[in-house]
């Protein structure tokens, strides 16, 4: 790099140089950690997604169980002598 060169990174200017290039290079890498931190949110947002498609598919499931189990004479019989 020479002298007087910028190097540009999240709105932050620094001026090339032996100390500077300590500093470019932490930018660097606190910007590839932020990219490494978006990919983990993305992650755990699809692992929570495909969680709860498949709580919504077991609820579901249950929920027909229970309608059929309502249906069904046992339940009418044990359920409706308090109706009358």
């Known amino acids: 790099m ?3 060169e910028v190097i540009s990174g999240w709105n ?3 001026f090339a140089g032996k100390k500077s290039r300590q ?3 932490i ?3 606190n910007s ?3 990219i490494y931190i978006l990919i983990l949110l993305a992650l755990l947002i699809i692992i929570g997604f495909i969680i709860m498609l ?3 598919r077991q609820l579901r499931k ?3 169980e229970i309608k059929e189990h309502e249906d069904s004479d046992e339940y ?3 359920y409706n002598w308090y109706r009358h």
């Open 2 to 4: 020479a002298r007087g």
């Open 12 to 14: 932050l200017h620094i």
């Open 23 to 25: 500093e470019a290079f």
């Open 27 to 29: 930018i660097i890498m």
């Open 32 to 34: 590839t950690y932020i």
């Open 54 to 56: 498949i709580s919504l």
């Open 62 to 64: 249950t929920q027909k």
């Open 76 to 78: 009418n019989k044990n």
